[in-house]
């Protein structure tokens, strides 16, 4: 078989297949072979019929067009392995010659993955926040700890936020009282995120003895609402001694408490900072990207992202059209949802691909199978298992595909240019152990993922 591609205009190509006329025989013999299987030839055994006899019964042009309707998609796809065609839809064939005798020809036009040419991608700029934990941090990590031991004390002054208002509270609605909605001595931290968010917007400002009215929304209903304000109560910390950290913790001294609070929240900040790396470097890359993905590959991670919502829904039992209801929205409203969101990650698919071939990323073998590897980690299976299946779909090369994209995003991960907000370089050493494991693009774990597109593209 000989294939030649050639390019068209609107990201297409040609392929131009020629199979020999040997074997589109072949291709005619395991068709009759299939007749004779399928068909009760009188006086014959399934599978016995002698192919002469078939022939007279069905026909040499029937059989020779059953064949190539049957081979002619094989040989497409050999000679998209072969070409090394990155096809995004399902072809358009012609038959030019051979449909009634002698070697075969078609033409497959196909759309393709286009190849991205990116500039301004070495280095990325990146903005993080800072993984170093200041004194002011710090110090108000401890407050917040503090305020579990504080005591309230009555002052004579107008609220504020953070003050524990003592209140009765009555409701109503077209002048009857609201069920469940009169407090007495009832206690109101202010800024605390209460259950009526109207008291602490009304409330700040107001002086033991006041009373305050305003309206109120309570389930998409309003009411009318009367607060007696008994008693304003400030939040007095504790000291910072010794005795409060041996009570407040496990530690006996304030020293060790604040080493500790400090170390984790170091390490939940370096955290934070290595995830803001690696989302950041995404979407700096993704803003090179001017030109619109295809359609076609905007559909394909629509479809994805569905079916992923779908199952994420199954799991917990939540039938789609209730989540529709519980969010506000129509079916239509979500799939455009799902489609703003679908862009930028086909842009990122095609950047990160443009990246590996600009800078020349290959994966090696023993990559691919530690690759694979952690594939079958995250599924949950075996790596033969995992390996099996991978051959069985024939997506080996889409797996290669995607690690090469992995790894180009680790290359610009480490290429970036990486400031804190205040404009200062960042040290890297603190995110390599911080960053391992969040890699926003680490294999899902399963083959049938989701990511399998038309026309056998990698």
């Known amino acids: ?142 407050d917040r700890l503090r305020g579990n031991f504080a005591s309230l004390e009555p002052v004579e002054r107008e609220a504020r936020a953070g003050d524990s208002i003592v209140i009765d509270m009555t409701a109503t609605r077209d002048g009857q009282a609201v069920a469940g909605m009169s407090y007495t001595d009832y206690s109101v931290e202010l800024g605390a995120g209460n259950d009526l968010p109207e008291l602490d917007e009304h409330l700040p400002g107001a002086r033991a003895g006041q009373t305050v009215d305003f309206d109120a929304d309570l389930g998409g209903t309003p009411v009318q609402v009367q607060v007696v304000v008994k008693q304003v109560q400030e939040k007095v910390l504790p000291e910072i001694t010794d005795e409060w950290a041996s009570e407040a913790s496990e530690f006996s001294t304030v020293d060790e408490l604040r080493q500790d609070i400090e170390t984790r929240m170091s390490e939940m900040k370096k955290m934070q900072t290595a995830m803001s790396l690696r989302n950041g470097t995404l979407d700096a890359l993704v803003a090179l990207v001017d030109e619109d993905p295809p359609t076609v590959l905007v559909d394909v991670e629509v479809q994805r992202s569905a079916e992923e919502l779908g199952r994420r829904l199954d799991a917990q039992g939540v039938r789609l059209e209730r989540y529709l209801e519980a969010t506000g929205r129509t079916l239509e409203e979500l799939i455009a949802e799902l489609r703003t969101q679908a862009i930028p990650s086909v842009k990122a698919d095609l950047a990160l691909r443009a990246v590996a071939d600009e800078v020349g990323i290959e994966p090696s073998e023993a990559e691919l199978e530690a690759f694979m590897e952690r594939m079958a980690v995250g599924a949950g299976v075996s790596p033969a298992v995992l390996r099996e299946q991978v051959e069985r779909a024939g997506r080996r090369l889409a797996v290669r595909s995607d690690l090469k994209k992995s790894k180009a995003f680790d290359w610009l991960v480490e290429h970036a240019e990486v400031t804190d907000e205040e404009g200062n370089g960042v040290d890297r050493a603190l995110l390599v152990r911080a960053g391992q494991g969040l890699d926003p693009l680490s294999p899902a774990g399963g083959v049938d993922d989701g990511s399998d597109e038309p026309g056998g593209a990698e």
Not at 8 to 23: A, W
Not at 63 to 83: M, N, S, T
Not at 108 to 116: F, M, N, Q, T
Not at 117 to 136: A, F, I, N, Q
């Open 1 to 142: 078989m000989k294939a030649q591609i050639a390019p068209l205009e609107g990201n297409k190509v040609k392929l131009s297949v020629e199979v020999e006329e040997t074997e589109v025989e072949q291709a005619i013999d395991e068709t009759f072979a299939k007749f004779s299987r399928e068909l009760r030839v009188p006086g014959f055994r399934p599978g016995k019929a002698p192919r002469r006899v078939l022939e007279a019964r069905i026909g040499r042009p029937k059989a020779r067009h059953e064949a190539l309707e049957q081979h002619i998609p094989f040989w497409y796809g050999r000679a998209v392995r072969d070409k090394s065609v990155d096809a995004i839809t399902e072809p358009e064939i012609e038959v030019t010659a051979g449909e009634d005798s002698g070697p075969v020809a078609f033409d497959a036009v196909v759309e393709v993955r286009p190849r991205l040419k990116l500039t301004g991608y070495d280095p990325l700029k990146v903005t993080v926040p800072s993984p170093l934990v200041t004194e002011e941090e710090l110090s108000r990590q401890i």
